[in-house]
C-alpha cells in the first residue's frame, strides 16, 4: 500500500530552521514528483515547493523562494524539505504528495496531479 509519512514539524522562533521528511512506503520515488503542500487555519491548501522525478527539477512559491530548499534522496525512499529564516506566515500543517509513477513525471504546484498525500506535520513559527 501506497504510503507518504511527513516528520520534522514544530514549534520555533522566527529566524530558526526546521527540516521536514517525507518518507514513502509501498513505493519507490524514484518514478514520482513530489511536491510539498501548506494549509493555515481558514485558508486555501497551497504549494509550497516541489521536485520532479529522477531529473530533480524543482519549483518553489515566490514567498518561500531563497529561504525553502526541497531534496531527495531516492536511496532513503525519503523527500526533504529544509527551511531556513522561517517566519509567523509560514505557519501551517505541511503535506507531502506524490503524482506518479511516471518517468521524469513533471512537478506541480497545484494539487490536482497527486494522488497520494500524508497525513501532514503541524510547524509553528512563533516568538
Known amino acids: 500500500q501506497l504510503q507518504l509519512v511527513e516528520s520534522g514539524g514544530g514549534l520555533v522562533q522566527p529566524g530558526e530552521s526546521l527540516r521536514l521528511s517525507c518518507a514513502a512506503s509501498?513505493?519507490?520515488?524514484?518514478?514520482?514528483?513530489i511536491g510539498w503542500f501548506r494549509q493555515a487555519p481558514g485558508k486555501e491548501r497551497e504549494g509550497v515547493s516541489c521536485?520532479?522525478?529522477?531529473?530533480?527539477?524543482?519549483k518553489y512559491a515566490d514567498s518561500v523562494k531563497g529561504r525553502f530548499t526541497i531534496s531527495r534522496d531516492n536511496a532513503k525512499n525519503t523527500v526533504y524539505l529544509q527551511m531556513n529564516n522561517l517566519k509567523p506566515e509560514d505557519t501551517a500543517v505541511y503535506y507531502c504528495?506524490?503524482?506518479?509513477?511516471?518517468?521524469?513525471?513533471?512537478?506541480?504546484?497545484?494539487?490536482?496531479?497527486?494522488?497520494?498525500w500524508g497525513q501532514g506535520t503541524q510547524v509553528t513559527v512563533s516568538s
Open positions: 504528495a506524490a503524482h506518479g509513477p511516471i518517468y521524469q513525471a513533471m512537478c506541480s504546484m497545484t494539487k490536482e496531479p497527486y494522488g497520494s
Open positions: 509501498g513505493f519507490t520515488l524514484d518514478y514520482y514528483a
Open positions: 521536485i520532479r522525478a529522477n531529473g530533480g527539477r524543482t
